[in-house]
Nanobody, 113 residues
Framework: QVQFVESGGGLVQPGGSLRLSCEVS????????MAWYRQAPGKEREMVAR???????NYLDSVKGRFNIIRHDANNTVFLGMRLLKPEDTGTYYC???????WGQGTQVTVSS
């Protein structure tokens, strides 16, 4: 059974930072492309960052230079470091293996003063 358990969200002021964690079970992250998605209220879910099996990363243009996806193979965990957060980064963040159907519960990020 494949599971993704996200954590680390919260309320942060504009310009602040957060680090999201995703504990993965049922698949081995070092052999799988992993990604972080987000869904803002009233908007479609979008991919914000992706890391391939080889470690190559891709980012949504609006988060480039501010977000960083990291894979920790020993703990089978994927992280999303976020800095210089903006109100438009607000949403529920999910990690997922793009080629699979399973989704986690997500973690809420709210950027507001």
């Amino acid at each position: 059974q494949v599971q993704f358990v996200e954590s680390g969200g919260g309320l942060v002021q504009p310009g602040g930072s957060l680090r999201l964690s995703c504990e993965v079970s049922g698949i081995i992250v070092k052999y799988t492309t992993m990604a972080w998605y987000r869904q803002a209220p009233g908007k479609e879910r979008e991919m914000v960052a992706r890391i391939s099996r080889e470690g190559y990363t891709n980012y949504l243009d609006s988060v480039k230079g501010r977000f960083n996806i990291i894979r920790h193979d020993a703990n089978n965990t994927v992280f999303l470091g976020m800095r210089l957060l903006k109100p438009e980064d607000t949403g529920t963040y999910y990690c997922k293996a793009p080629q699979r159907d399973e989704w986690g519960q997500g973690t809420q990020v709210t950027v507001s003063s």
